[in-house]
């Protein structure tokens, strides 16, 4: 995946995180406390898949070296 693209995503799905706490906690409690409840445990789920989603590639070729890689020993 583009950096940009997992940025975008990471972005999106922590904002959808937001919103299901907000509604949830203001709003739907009111009338059911249970929708509450599951809305409030998939907010939790949430902000670890989007720290995937924005690690995806982060390692592959076009990432540009972090320094702390061994160099290679000739044979």
Do not use: H, K, Q
């Not at 907000?22 to 939790?44: H, K």
């Amino acid at each position: 995946m583009e950096r940009a693209t997992r940025r975008r995503a990471y972005f999106w799905m922590m904002g959808t995180c937001v919103v299901l706490i907000l509604l949830a906690w203001n709003l739907v409690r009111l009338w059911s406390t249970t929708a509450a409840v599951v809305m409030t445990i998939v907010a939790a789920v949430i902000p670890p898949a989007a720290a995937v989603v924005a690690n995806l590639g982060a390692l592959d070729r076009s990432a540009p070296a972090a320094g702390d890689e061994l160099p290679r020993r000739p044979r």
